[in-house]
């Protein structure tokens, strides 16, 4: 079935440095990849989806001068958090459209939880 | 109204229970429905999808009434394993297409 691997699982740094989260989708070709955050008892919030090829759809609320998308290839997105703050500590999970258990569904990267200090 | 709204719980039940979990959803236009089981501090893993049919898998089976835009899920013969939080999914339509909106979830909790 389809996999999404997403690296780093998890990241401490420093406030106002930059993060950078990879998306690789596994063995299929995920031409869509959509970004989500999730805060401790939250449901998952649509942050941005991105597109191979073409410039990200963010969501109303998310800046995108902040969270930078990157989908430059079928099997790779990047979402890079610039300058972060505490306030941005959170689990930031990827997510494409496939088949997985013979179902069609959304298959999660396994998340990072970024943590800033 | 909340897009997608689910009792959040805790449901605490014995091994071998059955426990139904329902589901609302405020966008009649939505195209296509999931329910999702996410352990603490994992990523969600998809359950199964959902039909207006309906549809089981093993011990667990969804339905979905469009016209009440209603979704439940059943879990009969509850395992320990089966502990987690249950999120009721639902795809967009619209501008948001593919969009897909997570209810808050539902936690339960098996016990032995």
């Known amino acids: 079935g389809a996999v999404v691997s997403q690296h780093p699982s998890w990241v401490i740094c420093k406030s106002g440095t930059s993060v950078k989260i990879e998306c690789r989708s596994l063995d299929f070709q995920a031409t869509t990849m959509f970004w989500y955050r999730q805060f401790p008892k939250q449901s998952l919030m649509l942050m941005a989806t991105?597109?191979?090829?073409?410039?990200?759809?963010?969501e109303q609320g998310v800046e995108k001068d902040k969270f930078l998308i990157n989908h430059a290839s079928l099997t790779l997105s990047t979402l890079t958090v610039t300058s972060a703050h505490p306030e941005d500590s959170s689990f930031y999970i990827c997510s494409a459209p496939g088949w997985a258990g013979g179902h069609y569904g959304y298959t999660f990267g396994s998340g990072t939880r970024l943590t800033v200090v | 109204r909340k897009e997608v709204e689910q009792d959040p719980g805790p449901f605490n039940v014995p091994e071998g229970a059955t426990v139904a979990f329902n589901c609302t959803y405020s966008?009649?236009?939505?195209?296509?429905f999931f329910w999702y089981r996410q352990d603490c501090r994992k990523e969600p893993k998809l359950l199964m999808s959902?039909?207006?049919s309906g549809n089981e898998d093993g011990r667990f089976t969804a339905q979905l009434n469009r016209a009440s835009q209603y979704i439940s899920l059943l879990i009969r013969d509850s395992k320990l394993s089966d502990s987690a939080t249950y999120l009721c999914v639902v795809e967009g339509s619209g501008a948001g297409s593919y969009q897909l909106t997570f209810g808050k979830g539902t936690k339960l909790s098996v016990i032995p």
């Open positions: 959902v039909y207006s």
């Open positions: 991105s597109n191979e090829g073409s410039k990200a759809t963010y």
């Open positions: 966008n009649s236009a939505s195209q296509s």
